[in-house]
């Protein structure tokens, strides 16, 4: 196939006109949300201790870590796992204070900051909770929330448990009607509750607060989903409930908005499709809209030579995605592969999670087998990729020589790689775009380009060359991140020159480290000196209300010019030194060598800095 056909390393290299005939209008220009791809993260490639196969678990997300707590098997299970995104890392917290006993299956959970609260659910031998727990993420030290009237909420599992700023809104679950656990008799609910778990003084201490929204409630179910707009506060924006299992034991199917605003209950009546009625589902919501995926369904059944559902006499579960806008109060089509390999299993009771753009499940059941008696468990995780990468920053220069130009960019955190394009800036009128790369990593060294333009059609009469970067040439880099949506937008074009013959390399190897005085640089001498260097300067990003977060237009002050490979910037310059905030909060420094005909290229170092530190932004010893 043409496009990619050859790999080197971290690199794959365009050996045909890749950017037309691998990214397709169809796949990288769709407007809808169509392209939406389901991706297996195998974790037998993951490094650390995985969790064993369970349902009824939770999951939530911390910057780029997912936190994974209770649910069980054969039995309830106690453990905590952390899942890092970014690392593919698995890892499980010493946990320490007030644990949870035994653990906990089915219950209602919320993230604040870096707080984990957890509330009611199942716990061994079939006891339900109405208590509510804390885990801080930093310590990973659990506490017991103590509420005056805790009793007001009753034991329940299956509910919703939704935070909105600092307000939770427990609604429905089921609970037991007899406080004798010899006895079940159970009881669905459709009460709904508050509680501010960031309590002013007067408040003195945590309290439940009965809530009676205006309007016809849903009916009581468990195991539905709720989520809250993304511009939801306590006096705006409104919770969707979705789906859930009654005490007719049917599946449920209707979605329900609570206006915060008039604490006002309205069935939503949407556009569009709506999936199957079911329970045990997850709903998770990204930008504007609120991904549904699996949980159990009803069997199409036939009766009469009519399809017809049949109320839980047969069951199943499912792996089908729906998605509502809303915005536009709308049920969107969903389109996936449809090879059985490129979806997750058929299952309910998994746990998700969102990371940037990225819907994550867990494990899950795959149903009861009548035949069997039993039911299957799984152990796996996949993540739904529902949006094409963000667009990159600028590319950033790292060092230049007379053929070669290597430069590096900020990783995007949704991309499987990225298509680099490159243009020569001469007295050409026209200034064509050519491709370089694809890569998978975020540096190149780059020495040449294709010859054909990206913007013509490919000729296969018309043979491809490669072109050599010519000294003392200024070239235009762009770069987009691609993933299975499809490639997203262009950076901005960052122009960088080649070096002159008879001048100097750039300095490499540099290291900073922090001192009471300020920052100790050192560095060593260029590659390729062309002659003796006679001396070197450095260079500090300053702070200037002009310039913009890009390193290509920020404001350089002299900081060190001498004949030593090694200096110190004093604390007093780096009180005015820019913090570029592009990726992780950095100080930006340049380092350039000369000869007997000048200063060279320079290299430029971004050295990180402490963000738990004071508002001088003590410097760690880092360099990215």
């Keep these: 196939s043409r496009g ?18 691998t990214f397709k209008k169809g796949m990288y220009n769709q407007k809808s949300m169509a392209n939406v791809k389901w991706r297996y993260v195998p974790l037998t490639k993951s490094n650390g201790p995985t969790p064993r196969p369970r349902h009824g678990h939770r999951a939530v997300a911390i910057e780029n870590k997912i936190i994974v707590l209770g649910g069980g098997n054969e039995g309830i299970v106690d453990e905590l796992h952390v899942y890092n995104t970014k690392a593919n890392e698995w890892s499980e917290p010493h946990v320490s ?53 805790k009793d007001m909420v009753s034991p329940r599992l299956g509910h919703s448990f939704t935070l909105v700023g ?47 929204p205006a309007g016809d409630a849903p009916c009581p179910r468990e195991s539905h989903t709720c989520v809250c707009t993304k511009d939801a506060n306590e006096k705006s924006g409104a919770l969707y409930i979705f789906g859930g299992m009654s005490s007719k034991a049917e599946r449920m ?60 006499k047969e069951y199943k579960c499912t792996n089908s995605t729906a998605c509502f806008n809303m915005d536009t109060i709308t049920w969107e089509p969903v389109y996936t592969e449809g090879f059985e390999d490129a979806l997750p299993r058929s299952r309910a009771g998994h746990a998700s999670a969102v990371v940037n753009s990225r819907l994550y499940i867990i494990s899950g059941r795959d149903g009861y087998h009548r035949a069997y008696n039993n039911q299957t468990c799984f152990k796996d995780m996949w993540f739904l990729e529902t949006d094409k990468p963000p667009v990159p920053n600028r590319v950033q220069l790292i060092r230049a020589s007379t053929s070669t130009l290597e430069i590096c960019w900020i990783p995007v955190a949704t991309a499987d790689a990225y298509l680099l394009q490159i243009q020569r800036l001469d007295n050409s009128d026209v200034h064509e ?31 491809i060359e490669r072109l050599e970067l010519s000294p003392g040439t200024t070239y235009r880099f762009r770069i987009a991140a691609i993933n299975a949506c499809g490639r997203g937008d262009f950076s901005e074009p960052a122009a960088f020159k080649t070096c002159v013959p008879g001048f100097p390399g750039a300095p490499s190897s540099i290291r900073i480290s922090k001192g009471n005085d300020g920052a100790h640089l050192a560095w060593d001498p260029p590659a390729n000196s062309n002659g003796n260097i006679s001396e070197y300067s450095v260079y500090l990003a300053i702070k200037n209300s002009q310039s913009t977060e890009s390193p290509s237009s920020l404001a350089f002050v002299l900081v060190y010019r001498g004949d030593s490979p090694s200096c110190t910037v004093k604390t007093t ?9 592009t990726n992780k909060p950095a100080i930006i420094f340049r380092i350039a060598a000369k000869n007997e005909k000048g200063y060279g290229p320079a290299t430029q170092v971004r050295w990180l800095q402490d ?13 990215s």
């Design 253 to 312: 199917g209707d979605l329900w908005r609570l206006d915060l605003a008039k604490m006002i209950w309205i069935p939503v009546i949407a556009i569009g499709l709506p999936p199957l009625p079911r329970s045990l589902h997850t709903a998770n919501v990204i930008g504007n809209k609120m991904y549904i995926f699996g949980g159990w369904v009803a069997i199409n059944q036939k009766a009469k030579n009519k399809t017809v559902f049949l109320p839980e």
């Design 573 to 581: 310059s780096l009180q005015n030194a820019h913090v570029d905030q």
């Design 4 to 21: 990619i056909n050859a790999e080197y390393g971290q690199h794959y290299y365009i050996t045909n006109n890749l950017s037309r005939m």
């Design 433 to 463: 775009w050519y491709d370089v790369a694809v890569v998978k990593g975020n540096s190149l060294v780059v020495s040449h380009h294709h010859s054909k333009p990206s913007s013509e059609e490919l000729d296969e009469n018309k043979p």
């Design 166 to 212: 600092s307000t939770v809104y427990v609604f429905g679950g089921l609970g037991c009607e007899v406080d004798d656990q010899n006895q079940f008799i159970p009881r669905y609910l459709n009460d709904i509750y508050t509680i501010d778990i960031n309590p002013s003084e007067e408040q003195q201490g945590l309290s439940w607060s009965r809530e009676d």
């Design 97 to 149: 204070g007030q644990v949870p006993e035994n653990g906990v299956a089915a219950f209602g959970i919320a993230v604040q900051g870096h707080n984990i609260y957890i509330h009611g659910g199942m716990m061994e031998y079939c006891e339900y909770s109405n208590e509510m727990f804390m885990l801080n993420t930093h310590s990973w030290e659990w506490s017991h929330v103590n509420i005056t009237n």
């Design 611 to 623: 963000t738990k530190t004071s508002s001088n932004k003590r410097p760690v010893d880092k360099m």
